[in-house]
């Protein structure tokens, strides 16, 4: 085991097949003519398998930045193979329990669409951590939980970390897509607010909005929402958009524009511009300049037509 990670991060393992839509209204006016013929093929659509889910992907794109990355996650024998593969030749250490992978279908087109199958990522709790996990996630800097919103068990996870990692412990939160479970989300900002169960979470525009709205809080946009989540939560809060990203200290939001980008793939770049954000947390950059490093690594993920995140040259380039 390594003495020591910059990055520990948590939990879900999805086998994803992306399809290549060209439009996903296109690509449901011929799902819709072909039902009514009766069924049968529709040819032409580009598709390919891959290991994702926001834990995977966000662990991958940490180590491919340089970073000592830890992943704690979830895998059946069949495809462990494939979760392990990416993480060959990097600086990284993948943990499997057994449970089977989430099976995912995404419509990649001017939005992405998900069909999700959970698996093992909804049963996700502190029970399948043992000693050793534990002492690994208390040498690490800091500890990422994501897509809590797959997680039946992502609350009691958190609560666990804080109450065995302690209040020292940077714990971070992307939630993902909460808004089927907005009830339990309600329950745990709450947590949030009195016990503090994580430091620093990240939202997209619309999560962002959603979140405000469940706090009985209104705003006229994400610059706003991310101002008015960090007042009402006491947390370090960051809203990615497609157009801008911010994030707040309490003193003043810090706003930077993203570069519009040739888009062959939407389904990570969360994850990818999450990792650049950690990234520059843990190497101490300013938050403009830690929201620029991240925009670069989500634009560089973008507009490539690999599904590989940017290593560390590519987004330094980038920033030259």
């Not at 006016?29 to 093929?41: D, F, Y």
């Not at 991958?60 to 060959?88: C, Q, V």
């Not at 990284?92 to 069909?115: C, H, I, Q, Y």
Request: charged share 25%; aromatic share 6%; hydrophobic share 45%.
């Amino acid at each position: 085991m390594k003495e020591a990670f910059d990055v520990a991060v948590m939990h879900d393992f999805f086998v994803d097949r992306l399809v290549h839509t060209g439009g996903i209204s296109k690509l449901t006016e011929s799902v819709v003519g072909k039902a009514e013929r009766g069924g049968g093929g529709i040819h032409g659509i580009a598709q390919q398998d891959h290991g994702g889910g926001n834990a995977v992907n966000l662990a991958h794109a940490l180590a491919r930045l340089g970073l000592r990355t830890l992943l704690i996650t979830h895998a059946d024998l069949i495809h462990e193979r494939l979760l392990k593969n990416p993480f060959e030749g990097l600086d990284a250490e993948v943990r499997v329990k057994s449970s089977p992978p989430g099976l995912t279908v995404v419509l990649e087109g001017e939005v992405n669409l998900m069909l999700r199958d959970l698996g093992g990522a909804e049963e996700f709790g502190p029970e399948l951590l043992d000693a050793d996990d534990w002492k690994a996630l208390g040498a690490a800097e800091v500890v990422c939980s994501v897509n809590w919103a797959a997680n039946k068990k992502g609350t009691r996870l958190l609560a666990a970390l804080r109450t065995r990692l302690g209040r020292e412990k940077s714990i971070f939160i992307d939630p993902a897509d909460f808004s089927d479970r907005a009830r339990e989300f309600a329950r745990l900002l709450a947590l949030v607010r009195e016990r503090r169960l994580v430091d620093w979470m990240s939202l997209n525009e619309e999560e962002a909005l959603e979140a405000l709205k469940i706090l009985g809080a209104r705003a006229k946009g994400p610059r706003d929402a991310c101002a008015s989540l960090f007042h009402l939560l006491r947390i370090g809060i960051d809203v990615h958009t497609a157009r801008e990203s911010f994030s707040c200290d309490g003193s003043k939001v810090t706003t930077v524009r993203t570069k519009k980008v040739l888009t062959h793939t939407l389904t990570g770049a969360s994850d990818v511009w999450d990792a650049g954000s950690i990234y520059g947390r843990l190497k101490g950059l300013t938050d403009f300049d830690r929201l620029r490093f991240a925009n670069t690594a989500a634009e560089l993920y973008i507009a490539a037509r690999s599904s590989a995140p940017p290593d560390l040259v590519d987004v330094l380039d980038a920033l030259r």
